[in-house]
Every structure is written in structure tokens, then in C-alpha cells.
């Protein structure tokens, strides 16, 4: 049985590699008492802002066998985003994760492929993939599956690669051979990112309130206009945030992406905030048709370009 197991989990990882996952590591789903105690608290305090979808589903949240009923482990991988190029500097920044095409697309797809793969090579297998698709504690699980700790920013942080690197899951009802839990943290007496933060948004190591995060501002937020207490404080950023993590010591050791899919989109790099002004919904719609900037629209867009402009930008 064990042999099986590890024989399984081999596989698996050996796949994850071929499809370009920088890093795969697994755990056996279980509860998770102690996430879902911090999830409480941190909901009881307000800093989930508007993201409402939050609270939903709590318990699916830090259950994977009530998500994917019969689930016995989770697979946890990771996708290297970080690009070579940079903007102009008179481009409104963004965040590095949405200049190339939508995560979701590529990683999705990989997802798919990685179980499609997992069925003909090991036999009829129940899973699910998810990425920011559903209520699953990608970071905790990438812990407890070997993979790195969470750093003071809330990012999970690799000795390796740093933060700039998407999260997905596989929940299976395969038995894998587990991966020991990374119970270590590196992040020492370094508070860089909480002391970079332009709106305090880090409260305290590793809890972050959305209500004051850039990120959140400028994507999640739904109302018509940012704060105007935030408009001298967002530091060119029209869509995202990477303060924290571009301050992050560890993300010296950060490599350029190999996905293609990642690329960047010309504009993103070159438009500047004149430009951005004056677009056209179908030149926008048509340049960002599978980019994660279509999440705001373009009204969403707008609304943060005059909140950077707030900031003499």
C-alpha cells in the first residue's frame, strides 16, 4: 500500500514538472482547527472588507473532504510569474501577476491536464482542481505540503523563489504519500514589507485588512470611487499592489518565468497614464480580452487612474 502510494505521488510530481509547475507537494486532507480559528477571527474583525465570499462556505473552506467529498489528499503546486521585462516608468504600475494572460486560463488548463493525466496513468480518480475558483486555504495547504512558510506580507515565501509564483489545488481521493509540513519561518526580525506598506494594511505579521490594501482598492473594491484618504497614498499603482513583495529580501533570488502564456501585454508595459485616460472600451476589451485587468473593466480602470492621479502622479 505504501509502495503504491509513493509510487503515485512520484508520478504525480514527475507530471507536474513535464506541464511546467515549478514546485508540487502533498498533504492529507484533513480539518484545519487552527486555520479555521485565525479565518474567525480575522472575518470577526472586518478585514475581509467587501469580499463577502469570505464568510460564505466556512466550512468547505477548511474541510477539503466536505468540498470533494471522499478526499483523501491534497496536491498542492506552484507557477513562476515573474517577468523579465519592466514598465516605462511613467506607466501606471501593475502588478506583476496580471501582466501576461489571465491565471486562471493557464493554470486551469494545466490543472485539467495534470488529472486527465493522473486517470489514464493510475485509474478512475475523483478530484478537483481549483485556483482562487473556490473556498480553499491554498497557502496553509502549501505549508503543510513542504512547499515554504508564510511570510509577514501573508505571501507564501520559498528559501528558493521567493513570492512571485501562483497557487493551485488538486483535492484527490487518491492516497498519496505525504510531504513533511514546512514548520520553519524565515522572515527573522525583517519587517520590511510592513514598514513599506504605504496604507498600514499589514496590522500585524501575516494578518492583513483588505479595507486599506492597495490590492483590494484597486480590484476587489466595487464602489465608484477609492477613498479619497487613500488617493495620496497609492504610489502609482492602478491595478494590484507588490510593494511587500518587491521590498522582500527573499525575492532576490526570484527567476524570470519560462510559461509564454505569461508574457507580457505590450500595453501593459507602455501605456501611460495619458494614455490610459483617453482608451476606448473596444480598443481596452480587444488588448485585454484574456488579461486579469478585464476583472475591473474599464470604468474599474478609470476610477483608479484618477485615485493615482490624487498622488501627483
Not at 506598506?197 to 492597495?214: F, G, L, R, W
Amino acid at each position: 500500500m505504501l509502495s503504491t502510494a509513493l509510487h503515485n505521488a512520484s508520478f504525480i510530481k514527475a507530471e507536474a514538472a513535464r506541464l511546467g509547475f515549478n514546485s508540487c507537494g502533498i498533504a492529507k486532507a484533513v480539518q484545519l482547527d487552527d486555520d479555521a480559528l485565525r479565518l474567525e477571527q480575522w472575518l470577526n474583525k472586518g478585514h475581509q472588507a467587501g469580499m463577502g465570499y469570505m464568510e460564505r462556505n466556512f466550512d468547505l473552506r477548511i474541510d477539503p473532504r466536505k468540498l470533494v467529498p471522499g478526499a483523501k489528499s491534497v496536491i498542492t503546486l506552484t507557477l513562476n510569474y515573474f517577468p523579465a521585462e519592466r514598465q516605462t516608468l511613467d506607466a501606471p504600475k501593475i502588478a506583476k501577476y496580471a501582466w501576461g494572460t489571465d491565471y486562471h486560463f493557464v493554470i486551469r488548463d494545466k490543472l485539467n491536464e495534470l488529472l486527465d493525466s493522473i486517470r489514464r496513468n493510475i485509474g478512475d480518480v475523483d478530484g478537483r482542481g481549483f485556483v482562487d475558483s473556490a473556498p480553499v486555504l491554498e497557502r496553509s495547504w502549501a505549508m503543510r505540503s513542504g512547499l515554504g512558510w508564510i511570510g509577514k506580507n501573508g505571501n507564501l515565501l520559498t528559501k528558493h523563489s521567493g513570492s512571485f509564483f501562483f497557487i493551485a489545488t488538486l483535492i484527490t481521493d487518491l492516497d498519496l504519500a505525504v510531504d513533511a509540513a514546512f514548520t520553519t519561518n524565515h522572515c527573522g526580525t525583517c519587517t520590511r514589507c510592513i514598514d513599506a506598506c504605504p496604507t498600514d494594511a499589514i496590522v500585524s505579521p501575516t494578518e492583513i485588512d483588505a479595507n486599506k490594501c492597495i490590492s483590494y482598492l484597486t480590484i476587489e473594491l466595487k464602489d465608484a470611487l477609492i477613498p479619497d484618504e487613500f488617493h495620496n497614498k497609492m504610489e502609482g499603482w492602478m491595478f494590484g499592489c507588490d510593494i511587500c513583495q518587491d521590498v522582500c529580501p527573499w525575492n532576490r533570488f526570484s527567476k524570470p518565468t519560462t510559461e509564454l502564456k505569461f508574457t507580457p501585454i505590450p500595453q501593459i508595459l507602455n501605456l501611460s497614464l495619458k494614455q490610459w485616460e483617453e482608451i476606448e472600451e473596444e480598443t481596452f476589451n480587444k488588448a485585454f480580452k484574456n488579461s486579469p485587468l478585464k476583472r475591473a473593466k474599464l470604468k474599474g480602470i478609470l476610477r483608479n487612474v484618477e485615485a493615482v492621479k490624487g498622488n501627483g502622479s
